[in-house]
């Protein structure tokens, strides 16, 4: 009777422990689908904050930009001067000097009556044979397909495109090769040979110009884009895609 009984209570805790390494075991995997659902869910709700997207190769960051912006002034001259106090910043030696050559570049347009700084530091191209502007104006083509045109700063330039030029600069970036048409349509804004062009863009984005043009296509969210370009003249590499 005795042993019986023993037998009884050794298979009720068999049982028990059978059942609670069960529960644990199935509440664990649960736990763990639970946690992967929610991950994904996540990653797909996350909305894509383009500013995070910039190109991490370019020399001089949009925040060394900001800051050295403040130690700018416009001469009698109406070129752009950087005050003698910058040294506060404590910026890298490569920094600066890159954007002295920027500044070079944008006074000598305006010394040889090329262009025109304004107060917001945004340069104005003129025409060489008039004293009238081009237009380099953004005008909106189309309603809701987003804009075409370019502004220039003292820092670079922001390209736009709209959803059909956007189309067809990333197919023809995408498609390899040299990308001859989207090299061109964006050598309009830019006045450097396409095939320099070219190089500074495949120098500094992952996967050369096939990785710009994917790039392109991951900002377009049917409005078309705005592709930021820092650097003036031959200095110029693009720095960021964003969507209109």
Not at 78 to 105: C, M
Request: net charge positive; hydrophobic share 35%.
């Amino acid at each position: 009777m005795k042993n019986n009984n023993c037998s009884k209570i050794s298979k009720f805790f068999i049982v028990l422990l059978t059942i609670i390494i069960s529960t644990t075991f199935f509440s664990n995997v649960s736990s763990a689908e639970v946690k992967k659902s929610d991950d994904n869910n996540s990653e797909k709700n996350q909305p894509i904050n383009s500013e995070q997207k910039d190109v991490k190769k370019t020399k001089v960051s949009m925040k060394d930009i900001k800051k050295i912006e403040s130690y700018l002034y416009l001469s009698k001259k109406r070129t752009l001067i950087l005050k003698s106090d910058y040294t506060d910043l404590d910026l890298d030696h490569s920094i600066i000097n890159e954007v002295k050559a920027w500044l070079k570049y944008s006074n000598q347009l305006v010394l040889e009556k090329k262009a025109v700084i304004q107060p917001d530091f945004s340069i104005k191209i003129l025409d060489e044979s008039s004293t009238n502007s081009l237009d380099h104006k953004v005008s909106t083509l189309s309603k809701g397909c987003g804009k075409n045109g370019h502004n220039v700063y003292w820092w670079g330039y922001n390209l736009y495109f709209d959803c059909n030029e956007t189309r067809s600069l990333y197919q023809s970036f995408k498609a390899g090769g040299g990308a001859t048409s989207g090299i061109a349509a964006i050598s309009r804004f830019i006045p450097v040979p396409p095939t320099q062009l070219a190089s500074a863009i495949a120098g500094v984005i992952g996967g050369g110009l096939v990785g710009f043009g994917q790039m392109i296509q991951d900002e377009h969210e049917g409005h078309g884009v705005r592709i930021r370009f820092t650097g003036l003249g031959y200095a110029a590499v693009p720095s960021g895609v964003f969507p209109q």
